[in-house]
């Protein structure tokens, strides 16, 4: 079965930290752009970070540029979110997507999509 799994989501005070996972079953995410994406209750879907093949020149959305960063473990099939300095508007759930290329559009045809890990940001 090919699917994408999020995980490490939960919850954080503001100013701490998290740290998302997004590993690849049954297909390899090394020749793949992997994005993350996030939608907040009663919000579009919006793109965070994306990270290319080669790992150069990761494309971060300007709210999160700062406190979130990407990388990948092709050994381990994964791409991390590390977020750090969560604010209250970082809540919403997190989804990771696959692509040929980077893009932090949602309405591109993405190729897998996860079912997503809550992020929520509370005192």
């Known amino acids: 079965q090919l699917q994408l799994v999020e995980s490490g989501g939960g919850l954080a005070q503001p100013g701490g930290s998290l740290r998302l996972s997004c590993t690849a079953s049954g297909f390899t995410l090394d020749h793949a752009a992997v994005a993350w994406f996030r939608q907040a209750p009663g919000k579009e879907r919006e793109g965070v970070s994306c990270i290319s093949s080669n790992g150069n020149n990761p494309l971060v959305a300007a709210s999160v540029k700062g406190r979130f960063t990407i990388s990948r473990d092709d050994a381990k099939n994964t791409v991390y979110l590390q977020m750090n300095s969560l604010k209250p508007e970082d809540t919403a759930v997190y989804f990771c997507?696959?692509?040929?290329?980077?893009?932090?559009?949602?309405?591109?045809?993405?190729?897998?999509w996860g079912q997503g890990t809550q992020v929520t940001v509370s005192s």
């Open positions: 997507a696959t692509w040929a290329v980077c893009t932090l559009d949602p309405r591109a045809p993405l190729d897998y």
